[in-house]
T-cell receptor, first 114, second 113 residues
Framework: DAGITQSPRHKVTETGTPVTLRCHQT?????MYWYRQDPGHGLRLIHY???????DKGEVSDGYSVSRSKTEDFLLTLESATSSQTSVYFC?????????????FGPGTRLTVT | AQSVTQLDSHVSVSEGTPVLLRCNYSSSYSPSLFWYVQHPNKGLQLLLKYTSAATLVKGINGFEAEFKKSETSFHLTKPSAHMSDAAEYFC???????????FGSGTKLNVKP
C-alpha cells in the first residue's frame, strides 16, 4: 500500500469552529489532493497541490483552505465548520505527471459537524 | 468541461454471471480514464486505467474495460462475478491539463449467492 496517512481518522466538532485535517505521504509524490465523499456525489475535488506552496482550487473549494509547506504534508482547513461540511474526506497522491497517473488514496477522515 | 456519467447507481447480479458497469464521459480531448473500487468503509483502490495506449484495458481481479472514443464510453466488465466483488465502483476522467480528476457518482454492485 502507498504510504499515506490521514489524521485524525474521526472528528466531531461544533458549528463555527476551525478544523484542520492532515495528510502525510512517504512516497515523495508531487501531486496531492483533497476530496470529500457524499452519498450520490462520488468524490468531489476540494483543492489540490502540484508542488510545495503550489495549490489550486477544485470544484467545491468554498469554505476550505489548504497549505503545503513540505512535500510530504498537505493540510486542509475548514475555517468555520458548517453542518454541510459533514462528510468523509479523502487525501490522494499522484506522481509527477498528475492525472495521467493513478491516484493512491488515504484511509479517509470522517468529520461530523454538529 | 469534463463530466462523467455512470448510468446505473445500483447493479445486482448473481454470483458466476457477467458484470457490466457503464460509464460515459464528455470531453473535447482524449483524456485518461480510470476505474476505482471502494469496499464498505474502506479507501479507494485502482482497478485499471486507460492512457491512450491499447483500447482494451485489463485490470486486477479479472476486470477489464474498453475505451470507445466514438461512443465516449468506458464500460467495466467481468466475465464471472464473485461475492467479493460487492462494492462501489467509480469511473474517473482526467482534465485537459492532466492536473485534476473528475469522479462519476458511483455504481453499487450487489452480488447475490
Amino acid at each position: 500500500d502507498a504510504g499515506i496517512t490521514q489524521s485524525p481518522r474521526h472528528k466531531v466538532t461544533e458549528t463555527g469552529t476551525p478544523v484542520t485535517l492532515r495528510c502525510h505521504q512517504t512516497e515523495n509524490h508531487r501531486y496531492m489532493y483533497w476530496y470529500r465523499q457524499d452519498p450520490g456525489h462520488g468524490l468531489r475535488l476540494i483543492h489540490y497541490s502540484y508542488g510545495v506552496k503550489d495549490t489550486d482550487k477544485g470544484e467545491v473549494s468554498d469554505g476550505y483552505s489548504v497549505s503545503r509547506s513540505k512535500t510530504e504534508d498537505f493540510l486542509l482547513t475548514l475555517e468555520s465548520a458548517t453542518s454541510s461540511q459533514t462528510s468523509v474526506y479523502f487525501c490522494a497522491i499522484s506522481e509527477s505527471t498528475g492525472a495521467r497517473d493513478e491516484q493512491y488514496f488515504g484511509p479517509g477522515t470522517r468529520l461530523t459537524v454538529t | 468541461a469534463q463530466s462523467v456519467t455512470q448510468l446505473d447507481s445500483h447493479v445486482s447480479v448473481s454470483e458466476g454471471t457477467p458484470v457490466l458497469l457503464r460509464c460515459n464521459y464528455s470531453s473535447s480531448y482524449s483524456p485518461s480514464l480510470f476505474w476505482y473500487v471502494q469496499h464498505p468503509n474502506k479507501g479507494l483502490q485502482l482497478l485499471l486505467k486507460y492512457t491512450s495506449a491499447a483500447t482494451l484495458v485489463k485490470g486486477i481481479n479479472g476486470f477489464e474495460a474498453e475505451f470507445k472514443k466514438s461512443e465516449t464510453s468506458f464500460h467495466l466488465t467481468k466475465p464471472s462475478a464473485h461475492m467479493s466483488d460487492a462494492a462501489e465502483y467509480f469511473c474517473v476522467v482526467s482534465d485537459r491539463n492532466f492536473n485534476k480528476f473528475y469522479f462519476g457518482s458511483g455504481t453499487k454492485l450487489n452480488v447475490k449467492p
